[in-house]
């Protein structure tokens, strides 16, 4: 038996755990409570044990469809926040009461995408998980659907989970669908073949990857899944996907499901946000010069090195940091305001400080706020 996650610190282990919609509900009953009660055993029995749980639950719009009269999951906005809104506390209430049986308390917090885009409302949100943690309660995370808009949505609770395993500083991140793992093919074809482990990017070039599943109630696929596995494990938080009737064993450290082992280092938690929970502000676009140094030598960037601005942003802001093709290289913070930089561009910080005042010599982002962006090439 293979534990499921190395300890970090004492006592136990942290793991953030996603279950998706499909996996606890139906669009014809709602909230399937005998999935549920299945799923919250296998959650109380690791907490129980002394590890630290943290659970990201979809369900919310599903379990409202029943209620509500409805067959299947609407499209528009006003109605699917309508649902959210009577399946929010009928999710919240059955699972208060399953872990209630078994002696622990639930706290729920609700988050849309500005929250974690907003530092300070990041800051607050790892906070409230790692008090509630600390008073030996379950945090209940799900995307405040209620009052997201099209604009503000996180578009998947598996982005949102890895997130959270960041936020959080979890040990493993735990995605819990209807699909017992990642396959090589499309499993309901016959012929595919599971994939035990990922141990990088190149593995999942000759992998197909479908949208959502066919239970008319979730809203992910394997795709969001598999990018939540790339955001987490490059912050060195181990991966686990597989099934919810997998949850037990998983947990147990039974080899099920597909593992994704890190491929990066754990940084701080600032850092963490700019690279995955920052909403950018602005872009700087970067001669090649300043590409290199910024990209492959990890300096800081200067005032030369830029061509062109755009966006309207403040000091302190994200900002993306492309090259002349409009690829992001990076995101960074910057130490100035938009208005500002197009009469630096191309000056060096010499130049700048002897006609402008000493002020004028810091570098428009420091290599210390500043992370690489992977980013899709045309």
């Known amino acids: ?48 044990a002394g590890d630290e749980v943290v659970l990201v639950s979809s369900g919310a719009i599903a379990a409202g469809l029943s209620p509500l009269g409805l067959t299947k999951r609407p499209r528009d906005l006003a109605t699917l926040q309508a649902a959210a809104s009577v399946g929010q506390g009928l999710l919240i209430d059955s699972y208060a009461s399953a872990f209630g049986r078994a002696g622990l308390t639930v ?11 907003r530092r300070a409302h990041y800051r607050n949100a790892h906070r409230t998980i790692e008090r509630l943690l600390e008073l030996r309660v379950v945090p209940i995370v799900n995307e405040n659907d209620t009052v997201a808009t099209e604009e503000i949505r996180f578009g998947d609770n598996d982005r949102i989970a890895a997130l959270i395993a960041h936020l959080a500083d979890a040990d493993t991140l735990l995605l819990l669908s209807d699909v017992d793992g990642l396959y090589d093919g499309d499993p309901r074809r016959g012929g595919a073949t599971l994939i035990h482990d990922v141990y990088g990017e190149s593995e999942l070039a000759d992998v197909g990857l479908g949208g959502a599943g066919s239970s008319g ?93 755009a966006g309207d942003f403040v000091a302190g802001d994200p900002v993306d940091l492309c090259d002349e093709k409009g690829h992001i290289v990076a995101r960074g913070l910057v130490n100035y305001d938009s208005r ?26 420091h290599r210390d706020d500043l992370v690489l962006v992977r980013s899709p090439r045309a």
Do not use: C
Request: hydrophobic share 45%; aromatic share 2%; glycine share 12%.
């Open 1 to 48: 038996m293979t534990k499921l996650v190395t300890a970090r610190r004492p006592g136990g282990h942290r793991i953030v755990v996603k279950v998706g919609s499909s996996s606890l509900t139906s669009a014809a009953v709602g909230l399937d409570s005998v999935r549920l009660g299945a799923l919250v055993d296998a959650l109380a029995a690791r907490v129980t």
């Open 107 to 117: 706290g729920q917090i609700l988050l849309t995408a500005d929250d974690i885009g």
């Open 217 to 309: 109630v979730g809203s992910g696929g394997m795709a969001t899944k598999v990018e939540a596995a790339r955001i987490a494990t490059a912050a060195g938080i181990t991966v686990l996907l597989t099934s919810a009737a997998n949850a037990a064993a998983a947990l147990a450290g039974e080899k099920v499901g597909t593992r994704f082992h890190p491929t990066g280092e754990r940084s701080s938690q600032r850092l963490l946000w700019l690279a995955h929970g920052s909403v950018p502000r602005g872009r700087l676009v970067l001669d090649p010069g300043a590409v290199a140094a910024v990209a492959e030598r990890r300096l800081s960037l200067l005032p030369a090195g830029i061509t062109s601005v």
């Open 340 to 365: 500002e930089l197009p009469a630096l561009l191309g000056r060096s910080t010499r130049e700048l400080s002897a006609t402008l005042g000493p002020a004028y010599e810091r570098e428009v982002v």
